[in-house]
C-alpha cells in the first residue's frame, strides 16, 4: 500500500515458501507484479490462487481486472461473472463488468450494473463517475453532468471528475463562454491550487540559444486521433534545435506506440506512477519545456503539470479549449480557432500560429477516392461519423431542416454506440419528431477496420460538421476521403475546427456563420452536382499541398514559438 512493490514483493513470495498454499499471497503477489506491469507473472498468480481455491471471489476480480486492461474482453467477462457468482452484492464487481461492457458498445447494460454498483454502494465515486461516461458516451448530457455532480459531492476535489464534467460542458450547446471560463476556473482551484507548495525553483541552464529539452506529456501514444497529428510534429522535429523526450501514461501500446517510441530521443513510461513521481522524473531529466497533449480528456496528467516540473508549459492538440491551470503558460493554437476577437477565456498565453495548428497524417490503408455517390443513387446522401455525443437535440433539429430542404435526401450517422438498440431507438425518435422519417436515415455501428471506416464515404455526397463541438480528425477523414465538410462557425476554439481546416484549404464558402446559413449552405451545395463530383477528386490532392499535410512548416513554426518563449523564461 505505500508503494514499496519490489519489497512487497520479495515478502509475498517468502511467505509461500513458508506455505505454497497461501492463497491470499498468491493474490497479493499477483497485485505487486502487475502494478509493477509484469502482467504474465501476475496473471500465474492469480491463477495459481484460483487453482488453490476456485472459489476465491478477490482472485477472479483482480484477472478480470487485469485481462480487460489487455483487451481480453472474453476471458475477463468471465471471471467477472464468477465473481459476481460467488457475490452478487458487490459493487467492484458490477463496477467492473459494467466497464467492460461499456468497452464493448453495450452500453444499456453497463448502465445497469454501474447502478447495481450504485445500490450496494450509493457512495462508489468511480460508479458515479463511469455511469456518467456511458450516459456522455449516449448523447445524455444533462444525465452525465448530473452523475459528475453527485460524485463531486462525495469527493469535491476529485480532478477526474471535475475534467470529465468539463468534457461534457463543452459539448452542451446552452453553456456560454462565461459559464466555460467559470467552470475551467472551478477546477484550478479545487485541483490545481492547493499543489502550488509543492512547486520548486528550476535549475534549468538559462541559456536563450541551445539546444531545448522538450517534453510531450499523453495518454494517447497509441492508435488515437492525438497521434494522428502528433506524429507527423515528432517526425518533422529538427534534432539539432530539440531534444524530445515523450512521458506515455497510457497502459495500452499497439505498433503507433513503437513507430512513436523510435521516433522520440528518449522514451519514458509514466502509466501507474504517481503525480509526484511523474513530476520528480520529469525534473531530474532538466526539461525545458514540457507540453500537454490530453487537456481536460482522460488518463490526463494536469496534476504533474500542476507540479510545474519544467520552467515553461504549454498545452496543444488534445483538448479544444483552455485547461484553466494556473501552471499552464501558454496554448499552442492558430489564427482561425482563437481570433484576436475571440470572446473566449484562457488561463495560459495563446500563440497563435499563422496557418493551421494541425498537420494531418493520413491514414496508410485509405482507399482510392470514389466517385460521387449520388450519379448513381440519384439522391444526395448527407453524413456525420462523429461521436454522438456532439449530436445533441440543436442539432438533430438543424440537420432535419437541411433534409427537409433537400428533397429525398438521406443521412447517414455512425457511431460504435449504435450498435446498442436502445441508442438507435433513440436517435430515429429525436428525428421522427423533426419529422424526419426512418427511411430517409440510417444508422451504422463501428466497423471491423479503419479501412472499411474510410470506405463508408465513399457513400457520402456531403459531411456536416456538429457543433458547438465540431469535428477534427472526422474532418480530415472526410476531406481525404473527398468529401467537403459544411461546418458552423461558434465562439470557442473547439467550435472553430472546421473554421480553421476549410480555411486552410481555402473552402471558407463552406463555414456558415448562422445556423439558418448552415442550412442555406448545405442545401445550395448539395444542388451543386457538377462542383461536387469535380471537388471530390480535387480535395486529396489540395489537401497535401496544403498546410494540414505539411508537418516540416508546422514543425518549423512550432520550434520557433518554442525558442521565443524560452528566450522569455531566460530573461
Not at 476480480?61 to 457468482?85: D, I, P, T, V
Not at 456525420?384 to 440543436?394: I, T
Request: proline share 5%.
Amino acid at each position: 500500500e505505500e508503494g514499496h512493490l519490489t519489497e512487497a514483493e520479495f515478502h509475498y513470495r517468502q511467505a509461500l515458501t513458508l506455505n505454497p498454499g497461501f492463497v491470499e499471497a498468491c493474490n497479493n503477489l499477483g497485485i505487486a507484479l502487475s502494478e509493477q506491469g509484469r502482467l504474465e507473472e501476475a496473471v500465474q498468480s492469480y491463477k495459481q490462487a484460483l487453482n488453490l481455491k476456485p472459489s476465491y471471489f478477490e482472485a477472479h476480480l483482480n484477472l478480470g481486472n487485469l485481462r480487460k486492461g489487455q483487451g481480453k474482453l472474453g476471458e475477463a467477462f468471465f471471471h467477472y461473472q464468477q465473481a459476481l457468482s460467488l457475490n452478487p452484492n458487490s459493487a467492484e464487481a458490477h463496477y467492473s463488468l459494467g466497464n467492460l461492457l461499456r468497452e464493448q458498445g453495450r452500453f444499456e447494460e453497463a448502465i445497469g450494473h454501474y447502478r447495481e454498483a450504485l445500490t450496494f454502494n450509493p457512495r462508489f465515486i468511480q460508479a458515479h463517475n463511469n455511469l456518467g461516461n456511458a450516459l456522455k458516451d449516449l448523447g445524455r448530457l444533462e444525465e452525465a453532468a448530473g452523475c459528475y455532480r453527485q460524485a463531486l459531492l462525495l469527493k469535491p476535489d476529485s480532478a477526474e471528475v471535475r475534467s470529465n464534467l468539463l468534457f461534457v460542458l463543452n459539448y452542451d450547446p446552452a453553456q456560454t463562454v462565461e459559464t466555460l471560463a467559470a467552470a475551467h476556473r472551478e477546477w484550478n482551484e479545487w485541483c490545481g491550487r492547493p499543489l502550488a507548495s509543492q512547486i520548486k525553483p528550476h535549475g534549468n541552464s538559462r541559456d536563450p540559444k541551445r539546444r531545448l529539452r522538450v517534453g510531450y506529456v499523453s495518454a494517447d501514444f497509441r492508435s488515437h486521433s492525438v497521434s494522428y497529428f502528433f506524429e507527423p510534429l515528432l517526425a518533422a522535429h529538427d534534432r539539432a534545435r530539440v531534444e524530445v523526450f515523450c512521458y506515455s501514461s497510457g497502459r495500452r501500446a499497439d505498433q503507433v506506440t513503437n513507430r512513436l517510441q523510435a521516433l522520440a530521443s528518449v522514451w519514458r513510461n509514466i502509466a501507474g506512477m504517481s503525480d509526484e513521481a511523474a513530476s520528480e522524473l520529469i525534473r531530474s531529466d532538466q526539461i525545458d519545456i514540457l507540453i500537454d497533449l490530453s487537456g481536460h480528456t482522460a488518463g490526463n496528467r494536469l496534476l504533474v503539470f500542476a507540479r510545474k516540473p519544467a520552467p515553461v508549459q504549454v498545452t496543444y492538440l488534445g483538448y479544444g479549449t483552455t485547461t484553466g491551470l494556473g501552471t499552464m503558460d501558454y496554448r499552442l493554437t492558430d489564427r482561425f480557432l482563437s481570433p484576436a476577437d475571440s470572446p473566449e477565456w484562457s488561463s495560459e498565453k495563446l500563440i497563435r500560429l499563422p496557418a493551421c495548428c494541425h498537420c494531418y497524417r493520413p491514414s496508410p490503408v485509405a482507399p482510392p477516392v470514389a466517385a460521387l455517390p449520388a450519379l448513381a443513387t440519384g439522391h444526395m446522401t448527407f453524413a456525420s461519423f462523429n461521436n454522438l455525443a456532439k449530436v445533441n437535440p440543436s442539432v438533430v433539429g438543424l440537420w432535419a431542416k437541411i433534409l427537409r430542404a433537400v428533397p429525398k435526401a438521406r443521412l447517414v450517422l455512425k457511431d460504435r454506440t449504435l450498435a446498442d438498440a436502445g441508442q438507435q431507438a433513440r436517435y430515429r425518435e429525436l428525428f421522427a419528431k423533426e419529422d424526419i422519417s426512418t427511411e430517409r436515415l440510417e444508422l451504422i455501428p463501428g466497423t471491423a477496420t479503419h479501412t472499411d471506416h474510410l470506405a463508408l464515404y465513399g457513400r457520402v455526397d456531403i459531411a456536416l460538421d456538429p457543433f458547438p463541438y465540431n469535428g477534427c480528425t472526422t474532418t480530415c477523414e472526410a476531406l481525404w476521403m473527398g468529401v467537403p465538410v459544411v461546418t458552423l462557425r461558434g465562439s470557442m476554439p473547439y467550435s472553430r475546427y472546421g473554421v480553421s481546416l476549410l480555411s486552410n484549404l481555402d473552402l471558407k464558402d463552406l463555414i456558415a456563420a448562422t445556423p439558418e446559413e448552415y442550412v442555406a449552405t448545405a442545401a445550395a451545395l448539395a444542388r451543386q452536382r457538377k462542383r461536387l463530383a469535380a471537388l471530390r477528386m480535387e480535395l486529396r490532392p489540395r489537401m497535401l499541398a496544403s498546410p494540414l499535410c505539411d508537418a516540416t512548416v508546422l514543425a518549423r513554426e512550432i520550434e520557433k514559438a518554442y525558442r521565443r518563449i524560452w528566450k522569455r523564461w531566460c530573461k
